[in-house]
């Protein structure tokens, strides 16, 4: 008994789902591409500013309060008990937890962007001025022109 084997006439096979695999194919690979360049050139959104209504507090009692966690702090620094990089982030601490209870925003946690975005110049200079401090490899500022800057935002919020 005699076999033959041959290779079979390529117009024999159904081309169309052949057809059909390969637009899948590409229709994948151009939704990906187009994914990909729709996340890379879109724009973040900016943040919106959170408007909160003022609780009411007595803000003499409160700027108190924070102008003596202030001094302690103050304390604390000149007998070197924190170093110049813990003074600098517990001072963002306190006036942001000050801006906290006076307005309710809560600041306490935003970046600085988010900061600048609620409207508040005056947080927004001292942030910006506690980030080197706080955040630099080798911490260098003046703790003390901060100190009194921080103290001049207390006492003169309204």
Do not use: C, H
Not at 80 to 95: A, N, P, W
């Amino acid at each position: 008994m005699r076999t033959n084997v041959g290779v079979q006439n390529p117009t024999s096979y159904a081309i169309w789902p052949m057809i059909l695999m390969g637009v899948i194919i590409v229709g994948i690979i151009l939704g990906l591409i187009i994914n990909y360049l729709v996340k890379k050139f879109k724009k973040p959104k900016k943040p919106k500013p959170v408007v909160v209504k003022p609780p009411v507090v007595n803000v003499t009692s409160l700027k108190s309060k924070y102008i003596k966690m202030l001094d302690d702090l103050s304390n604390d620094f000149v007998q070197e008990k924190v170093t110049l990089r813990v003074g600098f982030q517990r001072m963002s601490s306190i006036i942001r937890n000050f801006v906290f209870e006076a307005t309710g925003i809560k600041v306490q946690n935003y970046t600085l962007d988010e900061i600048r975005s609620i409207g508040l110049p005056k947080l927004d200079e001292l942030v910006t001025e506690y980030y080197n401090p706080e955040f630099a490899k080798m911490s260098e500022g003046d703790f003390v022109e901060s100190m009194l800057k921080t103290k001049k935002v207390i006492e003169q919020w309204k």
